[in-house]
């Protein structure tokens, strides 16, 4: 497999911002909206098992990674206190997503 082949292409989406437009560094070349992870089986199956990048209103919501994009032995399972942390921490990220979703 050639150097190429084995490095990730970046992508760059514009964010609309007050003060003009900034450009969002994505860590992989797959991209899923928010209406499409309603069926996140079909962006899996889209994405080959690649991480996409989830957006809301063209912003970085966050990366849905499949299980097998994680090589082998790296992965393990969150405690609930590093969850809860976690939620508690980006609350003010996540709120206006959840609070989208409840009515679909």
Not at 53 to 60: C, K, P, Q, R, T
Not at 67 to 94: C, F, H, Q, W, Y
């Amino acid at each position: 497999m050639s150097d190429l082949a084995k490095t990730p292409t970046t992508l760059y989406i514009p964010l609309h911002t007050t003060g003009g437009t900034a450009m969002t560094k994505l860590l992989t070349n797959h991209i899923a909206t928010m209406t499409e992870m309603r069926e996140p089986h079909k962006v899996l199956a889209r994405s080959g098992g690649k991480p996409v990048a989830v957006l809301s209103n063209s912003a970085l919501v966050g990366y849905f990674v499949p299980l097998e994009a994680i090589p082998d032995g790296e992965s393990r399972v969150a405690t609930m206190d590093e969850v809860k942390a976690s939620m508690a921490k980006r609350r003010a990220i996540n709120q206006p997503v959840l609070d989208y979703l409840k009515d679909k």
